[in-house]
């Protein structure tokens, strides 16, 4: 039991050290990566490197549009449902992102390390790097305009935290699609089914009580609990904040150690 406790302690370690240290040891490489993810993304393009920061923000007019002015959605309180979505929205936008490119991961980059060295623990930070600074940059605006100067501050640490939390699921999904390559087109259709079930598009009092199960069962929904109550200050409970913990601890060895175990196969099977 020791020698256990042990080994997942030690590979919880290395899952948080070790992309960090390559991170620090092959920082020019990641720069060049992360200004070739820029070039791709805009190049040919009028507006160049403004595109991957007008896109979410068009998303958040096209929001207001529909939701404030065609719909007209306010509560009671006098708090406008259209904060509340945003408010949820641009993270989940954000999460929704980052997983569907990491279960293509090992295939969209496969170039760079067929036939060369490449450190692969790269890669989640990597697909991280972009969503985080675009969408955390826009939600900094938002909050800014919307809540004043320090909600928006604490906003930034929204989208860091996101990212860190995902980082088993960015270690196990690349793998699975990898060696199961049906469950790559699958990953779409299970984010819209965990979004219905989050508390995203609706407040979570609207489930009905026979439903309410699912957010115990969903650690998504304890995070958006968590962002509503930094930017909203909506109530939060212990619980709230201990579930994704306890997920994210359980996964984060495990995953790393699939990860690693799965590296020297990978070239075979590309």
Known sequence: MIRIITALLRNTRDALWQPLRSALRQRSLLAVLVRREIRSRSSGTLLGGLWPLLQPALQVLGFWFLFDVIYGMRLNTGSSFLQYLLVGMLPWLCIAEVLTRASSMLLE????????PFPLELLPLLIMVIPTVVYGTIYFLFCLFLYGPAVALASLLIMPTLMLWLLPL?????VLALFAKDFAQAVPFLLMVILYGTPVLYFPTMLPASAQFLLWLNPFADLMALIHGVVQGADV???NLLRPFLVWLIL???TWLLFRRSLPHVRELL
């Open 109 to 116: 980059f496969s170039p760079l390390y067929r036939r060369n």
């Open 170 to 174: 960015c270690l196990l999904l690349p």
């Open 237 to 239: 409970q212990a619980l």
């Open 252 to 254: 984060l060895a495990p």
